[in-house]
């Protein structure tokens, strides 16, 4: 027989499993990352710890409502449905970590393509979107007190969804087309941008999907909790999908080395004053710390700053 909470706090604690799961996975991912890439520039560095001080206090919070739902409540359906401040506050604190990826990736696009500025501030509209219509959501959710009552913010989840949904599409074909576009005619440079391309399209993927989740089981079975299987893993997955594009630089860096050159990073913002032009080079040198610098053959030799960005 199954249970009449299935659909509900069955839902609700399969939820849990999953986002433990991946906040497990983003610890691990964040001590690789500062034991690896410590000489990175501080303000990726803070929003690393940023990101994962959101994810910790929504998995805490997430944690802490379970608990006063399923143990401190147990036998009081009619208190199962009680919106408490634990509910909300966990609930912003999801909302805050996809904020923080969709604008740090912002401005990765920002660092790469300076010219065409377009296109990071649509991104930065739809995050600020996001953010919006996820602090308003969170408010009524507030107010109303109950779980009987969220079909009411149908239009705000409506929207929360859809802005994150549209923005992780932005990124992902920004990218995409921005580091096409750095393609020129070294085939090292080639292949490693098609590396990045690929990790862009999967980055985008994971987020677009809980995002697509979320939205489409919040407005197809109402009066359940199924969209928690996109809500509550979509921050986990934007913390992931942020850290793994940092630390697998070093991998694409040697998996696209030559005979000719031994990479350990390389300079992307050079890549955007370069040009296609057959006879075109990159030049590499190391400097004393390991940190590889990189130039056009004009001899204009800049620190490697945007490696530490994407």
Same mark, same amino acid.
């Given at each position: 027989?199954?249970? @009449?909470?299935? @659909?509900?706090?069955?839902?609700?604690?399969?939820?849990?499993?999953?986002?433990? /799961?991946?906040?497990?996975?983003?610890?691990?991912?964040?001590?690789?990352?500062?034991?690896?890439?410590?000489?990175? !520039?501080?303000?990726?560095?803070?929003?690393?710890?940023?990101?994962?001080?959101?994810?910790?206090?929504?998995?805490?919070?997430? +944690?802490?409502?379970?608990?006063?739902?399923?143990? &401190?409540?147990?036998?009081? +359906? @009619?208190?199962?449905?009680?919106?408490?401040?634990?509910?909300?506050?966990?609930?912003?604190?999801?909302?805050?970590? #996809?904020?923080?990826?969709?604008?740090?990736?912002?401005?990765?696009?920002?660092?790469?393509?300076?010219?065409?500025?377009?296109?990071?501030?649509?991104?930065?509209?739809?995050?600020?979107?996001?953010?919006?219509?996820?602090?308003?959501?969170?408010?009524?959710?507030? /107010?109303?007190?109950?779980?009987?009552? $969220?079909?009411?913010?149908?239009?705000?989840?409506?929207?929360?969804?859809?802005? #994150?949904?549209?923005?992780?599409?932005?990124?992902?074909? #920004?990218?995409?087309?921005?580091?096409?576009?750095?393609? *020129?005619?070294?085939?090292?440079? *080639?292949?490693?941008?098609?590396?990045?391309? /690929?990790? =862009?399209? *999967?980055?985008?993927?994971?987020?677009?999907?809980? =995002?697509?989740?979320?939205?489409?089981?919040?407005?197809?079975?109402?009066?359940?909790?199924?969209?928690?299987?996109?809500?509550?893993?979509?921050?986990?997955?934007?913390? *992931?999908?942020?850290?793994?594009?940092?630390?697998?630089?070093?991998?694409?860096?040697?998996?696209?080395?030559?005979?000719? !050159?031994?990479?350990? %990073?390389? !300079?992307? =913002?050079?890549? %955007?004053?370069?040009?296609?032009?057959?006879?075109?080079?990159?030049?590499?040198?190391?400097?004393?710390?390991?940190?590889?610098?990189?130039? /056009?053959?004009?001899?204009?030799?800049? @620190? &490697?700053?945007?490696? &530490?960005? $994407?």
């Amino acid at each position: 027989m199954v249970s @009449p909470l299935a @659909p509900t706090y069955g839902i609700w604690l399969t939820s849990m499993w999953l986002a433990t /799961i991946l906040y497990g996975m983003g610890l691990l991912q964040t001590w690789l990352y500062f034991h690896w890439y410590s000489q990175d !520039h501080w303000g990726v560095r803070m929003t690393v710890i940023c990101l994962i001080v959101f994810e910790t206090l929504q998995i805490t919070f997430f +944690f802490g409502a379970t608990y006063a739902a399923l143990i &401190n409540n147990f036998g009081d +359906f @009619p208190a199962l449905f009680v919106i408490t401040w634990v509910d909300s506050a966990q609930l912003l604190a999801g909302y805050l970590s #996809a904020f923080t990826v969709q604008m740090y990736f912002a401005y990765c696009l920002y660092l790469l393509n300076k010219k065409h500025k377009i296109v990071t501030v649509l991104i930065m509209a739809l995050a600020l979107t996001q953010i919006g219509a996820g602090v308003a959501q969170t408010i009524k959710t507030t /107010i109303l007190g109950s779980f009987l009552t $969220i079909d009411s913010t149908k239009q705000i989840t409506s929207l929360q969804s859809a802005s #994150a949904l549209a923005c992780d599409l932005v990124i992902t074909v #920004a990218l995409y087309q921005t580091l096409k576009s750095k393609k *020129n005619g070294l085939k090292d440079t *080639n292949t490693l941008l098609q590396k990045l391309m /690929i990790n =862009a399209i *999967n980055r985008g993927a994971l987020t677009a999907v809980a =995002a697509a989740i979320n939205l489409t089981l919040f407005l197809a079975l109402p009066g359940t909790f199924y969209f928690f299987l996109g809500l509550m893993t979509s921050s986990k997955l934007y913390m *992931n999908s942020m850290l793994a594009t940092l630390n697998t630089r070093q991998h694409i860096m040697r998996a696209t080395q030559s005979s000719d !050159h031994a990479w350990n %990073s390389i !300079h992307l =913002a050079g890549l %955007s004053t370069a040009s296609s032009e057959t006879g075109t080079q990159m030049v590499t040198r190391l400097n004393r710390d390991g940190t590889e610098l990189a130039g /056009i053959e004009s001899g204009i030799m800049k @620190p &490697n700053f945007v490696e &530490n960005m $994407i």
